[in-house]
């Protein structure tokens, strides 16, 4: 197994091999001192955001074959002179109590209470505490009722900054209704008096706002009649600049435009919304019995006033509900405005916000309750809150996984280091071109493929397990199978085979193989291959198909280890030799003397054989090498430089004096060689060209609007069935779910997406192309590009069946 370790500002990237799953971290920073000329101590080692601690295994942070490690390199400061004379005086100066500025003087005590002089200037401003007024949201530029607390004479850096957005020029005119309203042609936002107004709002009276002046008005009590309301007027309107048919909130209005027949009564108006009061022109207001006129400054009126006088008494203004679901109903349950728990909307100061999902929580609904509020700026729901237990902070050990502690490898007493084989590895890929219950061939892959280990085949989607020889359903069937020879009882013809079922053997202690120790059954991988035979199951005698050629399909994998009882096994690594059909399938004693449930397959492929002379003819057209894991070619050419430098140092040191050098140089023929890179490409045949459909060629003609992204396409047809197919999957990749196409949409900026990823793009409100962040039509229909559908189909048949 190896790794690569790359420094964290990427400037040095280094292969370390013959490494383990079970290799310590403590170990691994001793194999990093040298390369990177780095004490242990200064280095600290990081892997998918965790940092890597001593104690742990690479298996313990789920390190793979070829995984990327960062390493962070610490600098060691060593202190000089000055730096040790500078924090002597420092200390001797803390020190000396003659020069230290913490005096024993008493503070000079500035007067809090406010003079005269400052509440006479309180006088001046045009409201007072206690005025019963209309404030601006600032933040909507709606109008709320409020209710003044303090003033204060003076003006801060965000008010005069507001000011400043408030560009509109003031026309004022006295109103002919009465004596407090005005219209104008512009909304009269007035002039700042210089004082800072505190204000809370009534319906969120413990939220202080400080505004200006020209930020409040007195309260809203004048109604206008629709036969009033003039052209060119300024009103206060109700309006929903989002769902224009809906209650929205208050806004300043000038009333441009107004229609009253007997049946149709209809004004429009430019509406003031914002921080920036952004006009909007020709609105429609729906609520023609709901206008206010605008009061002038001065005649706002006070708690004592509505108090005196009852028919003063101010009603309030219906806004939009802040719950859809009830529409701000205080007797009606609702979870989305009151408590998730009960629904009540009662004791509100014993109700808690969550932080993140932002939901409602009684302190005595909770499990456990609550007390009293807690303390702490924010607060999570038992949903939102993480697991402290479960977070691994710098420096801790890994907490401990429930999953690899029932591993078997974590309960066994065995000294043996079992992280060194590949079969360990794991994938650093998956296929998802099709899905994993893919019967029949896999798009791309080629009778004749090969492959140096397992993994690869996994990773390839051919056969997906690494170690079991056998993957299927139970209930559906198999899918592909493994011919090692395994099994004492497999014959191996070629074009038929004998294959005998999984099971009957003691893998406890986490054994890959063993003697067979007991009977087989008919179930799990054994009944899921006997459900590929064209016939009905049978659990007891076995069964024959009259029509084998109508089963389902079975992609047949030759493993070398095959080679010592077959020549049709390849010499190295696994191969892929195509589609094969279960004939029948039938219980019987083997040479164990334990029973043992055989298959008879027969290949049904139209691709010739690999091991018939047609077969090598395609494999050496179609340019099919043994594919190599990343890295694995340069981890053993490292193998054997070190080895042959072992060597010399031997014959240096006099140890193999006996040997001759001319013998040493002779090639050893237990020896596999392994190819360069250089040389391989050399020595390369030339590809076979991969071969389009005619059907195919015209639907491709037929996409115009992919034209640009075909064009690509096709120059890699030159370069064989695989780099053309993977030249496929990256340009018609959707950068959503980052797979093939599935029903794919052909946008107007020329990127493809998936149907259903587009669907949900536009239920999350995101109306953009994910790729470039073209604007899209709220309302656009969905059209499938059937022509790409169709032509990603010939090329990937059923890669839509997982999908």
């Not at 404030?135 to 909507?140: K, N």
């Not at 002379?613 to 894991?629: E, F, I, S």
Request: aromatic letters at 8%.
């Amino acid at each position: 197994m190896w790794i690569q370790i790359r420094l964290i500002s990427g400037s040095k990237t280094v292969r370390i091999d013959n490494l383990s799953k079970l290799t310590k971290i403590e170990e691994l920073r001793t194999r990093l001192v040298e390369p990177f000329e780095a004490d242990v101590n200064q280095q600290r080692l990081f892997f998918r955001g965790k940092q890597m601690e001593d104690g742990h295994t690479l298996f313990d942070y789920d390190v793979g074959l070829n995984d990327l490690i960062q390493i962070l390199i610490k600098k060691n400061l060593p202190q000089t002179v000055s730096t040790i004379e500078d924090k002597l005086t420092k200390s001797n100066t803390a020190d000396d109590g003659s020069t230290s500025d913490k005096e024993n003087k008493e503070p000079s005590l500035e007067a809090e209470s406010p003079t005269a002089d400052h509440l006479d200037r309180l006088t001046d401003s045009v409201y007072k505490i206690g005025d019963i007024i209309d404030a601006r949201d600032i933040t909507v530029g709606a109008w709320f009722e409020a209710r003044i607390l303090k003033v204060e004479h003076c003006i801060d850096a965000d008010m005069k900054e507001r000011l400043d957005n408030y560009k509109h020029p003031v026309h004022t005119d006295s109103s002919p209704n009465t004596d407090t309203c005005h219209n104008s042609i512009h909304p009269d936002f007035g002039t700042a008096d210089g004082y800072t107004y505190h204000v809370c709002f009534e319906k969120y009276p413990d939220d202080v706002l400080k505004v200006c002046s020209t930020e409040i008005r007195p309260r809203a009590r004048t109604l206008i009649r629709f036969p009033d309301v003039e052209v060119g007027q300024h009103i206060m309107a109700n309006y929903n600049y989002e769902e224009q048919d809906s209650r929205g909130f208050w806004y300043d209005c000038v009333v441009t435009g107004k229609k009253d027949t007997r049946t149709i009564k209809d004004l429009t108006a430019t509406v003031y919304i914002g921080t920036e009061l952004t006009p909007l022109h020709n609105c429609r207001l729906i609520f023609t019995r709901e206008l206010f006129g605008i009061e002038a400054a001065g005649t706002q009126l006070t708690e004592e006033d509505t108090a005196g006088d009852p028919s003063t008494n101010l009603e309030t203004r219906q806004n939009k509900p802040e719950c859809e679901h009830c529409q701000d109903n205080p007797k009606k349950k609702c979870k989305h405005c009151g408590c998730v728990v009960c629904a009540d909307k009662k004791d509100p100061d014993k109700t808690i916000l969550c932080d993140e999902c932002n939901e409602a929580y009684h302190l005595y609904c909770l499990k456990p309750a609550l007390s009293s509020v807690p303390q702490e700026d924010e607060w999570y729901c038992p949903g939102c809150k993480n697991d402290e237990t479960a977070i691994v902070r710098v420096g801790e050990k890994l907490k401990v996984n429930k999953k690899k502690a029932k591993m078997a490898s974590a309960n066994s007493s065995s000294g043996r280091d079992w992280g060194k084989g590949m079969a360990c590895v794991g994938r650093s890929k998956m296929c998802t071109i099709v899905s994993s219950n893919h019967y029949g061939p896999i798009p791309g892959v080629e009778v004749g493929t090969m492959w140096k280990f397992r993994v690869q085949v996994s990773e390839a989607g051919v056969h997906r397990p690494h170690v079991a020889g056998i993957h299927g359903r139970e209930e559906d069937g198999a899918y592909s199978i493994v011919l090692s020879g395994g099994y004492e009882d497999d014959a191996d013809d070629g074009e038929e085979f004998y294959y005998t079922g999984s099971g009957g053997r003691d893998l406890s202690g986490n054994k890959r193989t063993a003697e067979q120790s007991c009977d087989q059954t008919l179930t799990r991988m054994n009944k899921a291959l006997a459900k590929n035979c064209n016939a009905p199951l049978d659990s007891i005698k076995g069964s024959e198909a009259k029509d084998w050629q109508g089963g389902k399909p079975v992609r047949v994998v030759r493993n070398c280890k095959g080679r010592k009882h077959s020549t049709y096994a390849p010499e190295e690594g696994n191969r892929y030799d195509g589609i094969y059909k279960v004939i029948k399938y039938w219980p019987e004693k083997g040479k164990s003397n334990f029973l043992v449930w055989r298959y008879l397959l027969r290949r049904d492929d139209p691709t010739p054989a690999p091991w018939t002379k047609a077969g090598k003819k395609r494999t050496d057209n179609l340019g099919l090498t043994m594919q190599y894991p990343d890295g694995y070619l340069e981890s053993q050419q490292e193998k054997e430089k070190a080895k042959e430098k072992e060597e010399e140092d031997d014959q240096t040191s006099g140890k193999k004096s006996r040997k001759r050098k001319s013998d040493a140089q002779l090639p050893d023929p237990k020896r596999k060689s392994l190819p360069n890179n250089a040389e391989s490409k050399k020595k390369s045949p030339k590809v076979a060209r991969y071969s389009l459909q005619v059907e195919t060629k015209k639907l491709i003609a037929e996409d115009k609007i992919n034209k640009k992204v075909w064009d690509e396409a096709l120059t890699a047809v030159g370069e064989g069935s695989k780099v053309f197919h993977e030249k496929l999957e990256e340009l018609f990749l959707c950068v959503c779910c980052q797979e093939l196409v599935c029903q794919p949409i052909t946008l107007k900026c020329a990127h493809n997406i998936c149907k259903e990823c587009l669907h949900r793009s536009f239920k999350a409100d995101v109306y953009s192309c994910p790729a470039c962040r073209a604007e899209l039509d709220k309302n656009m229909t969905m059209v499938i590009n059937k022509t790409l559908a169709q032509i990603l189909n010939n090329l990937f048949p059923g890669y839509e069946a997982g999908r």
